[in-house]
């Protein structure tokens, strides 16, 4: 995995937690749960959007019910309608939760806040629609402090939900889910459970839902979060370091075994995790990560920060192969520079060609040619072939430090003017592939002898 940035989203003297995450109609949308401290009676959600992939936000919404308005989840039906949902915690009965949402077909105008119908006492925790349903876990303490209960709930519309069965209840105290469908309809579902080893549950079904397998994870986590990439199940969550330390840490599943691939900046306090999940539209290995934490200190030293966390998103690439193998031309002084550029064949030019392999490990698959252009002012040319099997529609996702142009089988794909350093994933085209082999060249301007290369890889879509 590779972090392309990381950014604090808010600043401010409030008490800022329970995030969700979600990509609609092109903007990235993340959502809070903001109040006066964890628990208080002055509980709202804050929807914040952000048209260029997180750099900067607007305030889109202020959501609240009558009660503590909380959790913040976002999730979509499609591109056609957002729901941001959470609970209202009653706070005249305690013990007593109101499930409900609100929703924005433009990301501009929302509803106001609704209380579902059909959840009871239940507390609907974070739903997620797939192929004309939508699908929750919720669940409600049997004895309080005991044992609790979750069930499977549905829905057609997102407002009205219907109990279809319970999946797990008990002493073991199971409570907040978080689930991800696979493209079959395979579902995938961490569960928080608050016995006394913090070690949370995955479960795991097909269609129609009625059987599930479960399998304890030897790791003490809370507030948990789970997305797949590929074939590839990661969760994160409030991970124990100690009984009185806490992180927020991605984990990877690797067979029945978690494997920790990173702690993000977060803790010790233990008030932080609860990640939102925002998978690019474009680039399905990168995904936004919402979380909170303390771990700043904040400007007024009267504050105490362990009280007050903010919001913090992670832009993230997941475990994707880079193009490793390039041919390099020498430099070239080309008049109109980039203009005049077209796409050389290095089997019939007589151009100075060297190969280059890109460092999969250390550099997240960048094709480093600084050794062939450093001090040399001209044009560049990377070259190479791809296989791709039985399919036409896809991406290709570069990243480079200078000006260049791009080609696709002698197509003409794309101009751009690069940063530098150079962002992995930076751009995400859509694209049509032959079957079997393409050829990707890319004319780059050398900047004076500056530049150094390109991150390139591809993937068929959906």
């Not at 509980?43 to 900067?56: D, F, M, P």
């Not at 986590?221 to 969760?235: E, V």
């Not at 934490?293 to 007050?308: C, M």
């Not at 995400?428 to 500056?450: C, E, P, Q, W």
Request: aromatic residues 12%; glycine residues 8%; hydrophobic residues 35%.
């Amino acid at each position: 995995m590779k972090i392309r940035s990381l950014r604090q989203v808010t600043d401010d003297s409030n008490h800022n937690a329970f995030t969700g995450a979600r990509f609609f109609k092109g903007s990235l949308y993340v959502s809070y749960r903001q109040g006066d401290a964890h628990v208080c009676n002055e509980g709202k959600i804050v929807v914040l959007r952000s048209r260029n992939e997180g750099v900067s936000f607007d305030n889109a919404a202020v959501i609240r019910g009558r009660f503590d308005t909380r959790d913040a989840h976002l999730y979509q039906k499609e591109d056609k309608r957002l729901f941001v949902c959470g609970f209202e915690a009653n706070t005249t009965q305690p013990g007593v939760y109101h499930a409900g949402c609100a929703y924005t077909d433009n990301g501009l105008e929302w509803s106001p806040w609704m209380r579902y119908s059909g959840t009871g006492n239940y507390i609907m925790w974070r739903p997620e629609y797939f192929k004309g349903t939508h699908y929750c876990s919720g669940y409600r303490e049997i004895i309080p402090g005991k044992s609790s209960e979750i069930a499977w709930f549905t829905s057609k519309d997102g407002l009205k939900w219907k109990k279809q069965r319970v999946l797990h209840a008990g002493t073991d105290q199971p409570n907040e889910c978080n689930m991800d469908f696979a493209a079959d309809g395979a579902v995938t579902m961490i569960v928080r459970r608050e016995h006394r080893s913090h070690k949370p549950m995955i479960m795991r079904s097909l269609p129609p839902y009625k059987t599930w397998d479960k399998l304890e994870i030897d790791v003490p986590l809370a507030g948990p979060a789970l997305w797949l990439t590929g074939n590839d199940i990661w969760f994160s969550g409030r991970w124990f370091i100690t009984p009185s330390a806490a992180h927020v840490a991605i984990f990877k599943l690797e067979g029945d075994k978690p494997e920790m691939k990173i702690v993000l900046p977060s803790g010790p306090g233990f008030d932080l995790s609860y990640m939102g999940v925002a998978k690019h539209p474009h680039n399905r290995r990168r995904v936004a990560l919402s979380y909170y934490s303390g771990h700043n200190a904040l400007k007024d030293p009267s504050l105490d920060q362990w009280s007050h966390p903010q919001i913090y998103l992670a832009d993230v690439i997941f475990d994707v192969p880079y193009i490793s193998q390039w041919k390099v031309s020498e430099v070239l002084k080309l008049p109109g520079s980039l203009a005049s550029a077209v796409p050389p064949d290095p089997s019939k030019s007589k151009i100075k060609w060297h190969q280059i392999t890109s460092d999969q490990s250390q550099e997240c698959g960048f094709a480093d040619a600084s050794h062939i252009i450093f001090g040399k002012k001209g044009i560049a040319y990377f070259v190479t072939d791809i296989e791709v099997g039985p399919v036409e529609d896809g991406f290709l996702h570069f990243g480079y430090d200078a000006p260049v142009r791009i080609w696709l089988n002698g197509k003409d794909i794309h101009t751009g003017h690069g940063k530098n350093p150079a962002i992995a994933d930076q751009i995400s085209l859509s694209v049509k592939f032959r079957h079997g082999r393409n050829r990707i060249a890319i004319a780059m301007d050398t900047s004076s002898g500056t530049a150094c290369g390109v991150f390139g890889r591809f993937e068929a879509k959906g």
